[in-house]
Nanobody, 127 residues
Framework: QVQLVESGGGLVQAGGSLRLSCAAS????????MGWFRQAPGKEREFVAA????????YYADSVKGRFTISRDNAKNNVYLQMNSLKPEDTAVYYC????????????????????WGQGTQVTASS
């Protein structure tokens, strides 16, 4: 069993930055993949970024590439999402998720592959 708790959301002006944190409790195995997803009002949940727990290989949605950075601290069981140059279209509830099966990079963008989810944190970038 894995519990995930996000923090760090808030209101920021367009062009600003925020850093989201995800605290994971329970047993985290090196094979796990940790992901960030987001869901805006009236829209489907979408993939933002993922990182492999073992070697820290990262994957990003095209919409955030070059602006967002995912990282992890294995010692603290934390995952982070540094968000720079925020745009109004980044406004959403952001969720941290854990994929325990790690079926491969092709599946990292699929929310259905993730077994555990946090409660979400609101990010609002105002224009």
């Amino acid at each position: 069993q894995v519990q995930l708790v996000e923090s760090g959301g808030g209101l920021v002006q367009a062009g600003g930055s925020l850093r989201l944190s995800c605290a994971a409790s329970g047993r985290i195995f090196s094979s796990y993949v940790m992901g960030w997803f987001r869901q805006a009002p009236g829209k489907e949940r979408e993939f933002v970024a993922a990182i492999t727990w073992s070697v820290g290989r990262t994957y990003y949605a095209d919409s955030v590439k070059g602006r967002f950075t995912i990282s992890r601290d294995n010692a603290k069981n934390n995952v982070y999402l540094q968000m720079n140059s925020l745009k109004p279209e980044d406004t959403a509830v952001y969720y941290c998720a854990a994929d325990t099966d790690n079926s491969g990079p092709y599946y990292y963008t699929r929310g259905s592959e993730y077994d555990y989810w946090g409660q979400g944190t609101q990010v609002t970038a105002s224009s």
